[in-house]
């Protein structure tokens, strides 16, 4: 996922096209091979753009179809050891990321605003929500525009290519990484999807629990008993906990060896609040006794745990 980020505000990664012309040669070869606008094509797919030296920016052109999220190549031409070459990128359109920036930016502040006024006010549940659905909207729009614009990168290649007449290395590594893809050469082993997909959950259920004041709920078939944050600040490290736990669990996901080490972190930290939450709360009278037992046996299964993740560290990587 967080590949998938990076090529949405970076690009693609750096892709070279080496013509066989000369430098002017090759601008006017690629020229005739693409139009300066595309807008008037209502019959055959082109390649549209601007071609010049020092900026070549050219899109695919679908009659009657349009779409705003896809990518577009932006380079230059460069002369490297003698040989004219084409070196760029294929990223969405500049004013495309700066909407998106925008949007995005928005929000993630509106959903931590949300948080906060949602902790405060019973009537404000419901707006963290909102703003969540409004940023997975979002995302979900990117993803669909380059899912249908999957193609174009390798197209774009192709017609550079019979243009100048580039080496067919290139074109074969546009193919194998698609702008907007989120699939992985190797999926991850079964161990790692089920940590990832438990910490995110986990986060989500904490996030839902900060949000709506529920510490535990337990259901009966009478009737059912939740049981509420005796403080505030309880809910803060609530809704920060699950925010920890969501870029968590797409690292893990990742395999990532920084999220192996925040995976300590966080089972040392998470345990030391549920103890701390338990031994501070002012209910407890006759019960404190079983309370500290419940405790030093927690205190046992979080070393096992943490014994456990420290064998998984074969599965991550820099």
Not at 184 to 204: D, E, H, N, Y
Request: with cysteine; net charge positive.
């Amino acid at each position: 996922m967080l590949e998938w980020f990076r090529r949405i505000w970076i690009g693609s990664d750096p892709v070279e096209f080496e013509s066989t012309f000369g430098m002017t040669e090759s601008i006017e070869r690629l020229k005739a091979a693409t139009r300066r606008w595309g807008f008037f094509s209502v019959t055959e797919e082109v390649a549209s753009g601007r071609v010049t030296e020092s900026r070549v920016s050219l899109q695919r052109v679908i009659p009657m179809v349009g779409n705003s999220f896809k990518p577009f190549f932006v380079g230059r031409f460069e002369v490297i050891n003698g040989n004219v070459v084409l070196r760029g990128r294929y990223t969405l359109h500049w004013l495309v990321r700066m909407f998106m920036g925008f949007w995005l930016s928005f929000c993630t502040l509106f959903t931590a605003l949300a948080l906060v006024a949602a902790m405060r006010s019973p009537q404000a549940k419901a707006m963290p929500f909102a703003s969540l659905a409004m940023l997975v909207f979002g995302l979900g729009l990117v993803w669909l525009g380059g899912w249908f614009s999957r193609n174009d990168p390798a197209w774009l290649s192709a017609v550079i290519r019979k243009a100048i007449e580039a080496s067919t290395t290139v074109a074969t590594t546009v193919q194998a990484q698609p702008l907007f893809s989120l699939t992985q050469k190797r999926s991850p082993p079964k161990v790692i999807l089920v940590v990832s997909g438990a910490l995110f959950l986990l986060g989500f259920m904490s996030l839902a629990s900060a949000i709506t004041g529920v510490q535990s709920y337990q259901g009966y078939p009478g009737g059912s008993i939740s049981t509420y944050y005796p403080e505030i600040w309880m809910r803060y490290a609530a809704a920060v906990y699950g925010a920890v736990m969501l870029p968590l669990a797409i690292g893990i996901y990742r395999q990532k060896l920084t999220a192996w080490r925040m995976g300590f972190v966080v089972l040392i930290g998470g345990a030391g609040f549920q103890v701390f939450a338990l031994l501070t709360r002012t209910d407890l009278e006759n019960a404190r006794i079983p309370a500290i037992v419940f405790c030093v046996l927690f205190a046992v299964v979080t070393a096992v745990w943490g014994r456990w993740w420290y064998a998984q560290r074969v599965h991550f990587h820099d």
